[in-house]
């Protein structure tokens, strides 16, 4: 099963040269509770901006121009990422934005915290067709223990055709 997870701002701004824009105690720790004991599939420049593979995951890099990083799995496609696990096994596409935009036709699952602010960035999350998507869980923060604007985390399932 192939899950999109993702934290994305009111004007769809997602980082802004290569970092992250907000920082959400509570999202980090959503991050890290779904995605620990998964594979995470990421593009190099995500990669880069994590600086490190994250720990209790196996990490896979997608890039054309890598062929090695220490302590990851370098493959050039996102078939050849999602070719590396059984279909039964949960994992997750952590970014960025390129990765998002192939992800987003095979993805099952899309973790979406949507950030209630504008952020001006160079990244954005791509377009996409929420009547393909079923919401199946919102949970909503008027703000943060140290973050002063309104977050939700979704869960949406792809609607079967
Ligand atoms: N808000 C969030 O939840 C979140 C999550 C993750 C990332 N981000 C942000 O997103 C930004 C990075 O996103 P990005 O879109 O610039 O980069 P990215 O998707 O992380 O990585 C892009 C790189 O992936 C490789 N790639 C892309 N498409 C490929 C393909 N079809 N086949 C093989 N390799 C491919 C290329 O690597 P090579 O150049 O090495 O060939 C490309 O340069 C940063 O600002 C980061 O902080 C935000």
Redesign the pocket.
């Known amino acids: 099963m192939l899950s999109i997870?993702?934290?994305?701002a009111r004007n769809g701004v997602?980082?802004?040269?290569?970092?992250?824009l907000w920082h959400i105690s509570e999202d980090m720790r959503f991050f890290r509770r779904t995605t620990s004991g998964h594979p995470v599939i990421?593009?190099?420049?995500?990669?880069e901006?994590l600086g490190r593979p994250l720990p209790n995951r196996q990490n896979v890099v997608?890039?054309?121009?890598?062929q090695e990083i220490e302590g990851c799995t370098v493959v050039?496609?996102?078939e050849q990422a999602i070719a590396l696990f059984p279909a039964e096994e949960e994992v997750f596409i952590?970014?960025?934005?390129?990765?998002?935009a192939?992800a987003l036709e095979v993805a099952d699952r899309f973790y979406l915290?949507r950030v209630e602010h504008d952020y001006q960035?160079?990244?954005s999350f791509p377009a996409w067709d929420e009547s393909k998507w079923r919401l199946l869980s919102r949970e909503e923060f008027e703000l943060g223990e140290k973050y002063p604007y309104p977050f939700a985390f979704e869960l949406y399932e792809r609607i079967k055709e």
């Open positions: 997870i993702v934290a994305v997602i980082g802004d040269k290569n970092a992250l990421m593009g190099r420049k995500t990669y901006s997608i890039s054309r121009t890598t050039g496609s996102l952590i970014g960025g934005a390129q990765i998002y192939l915290t960035g160079d990244t």
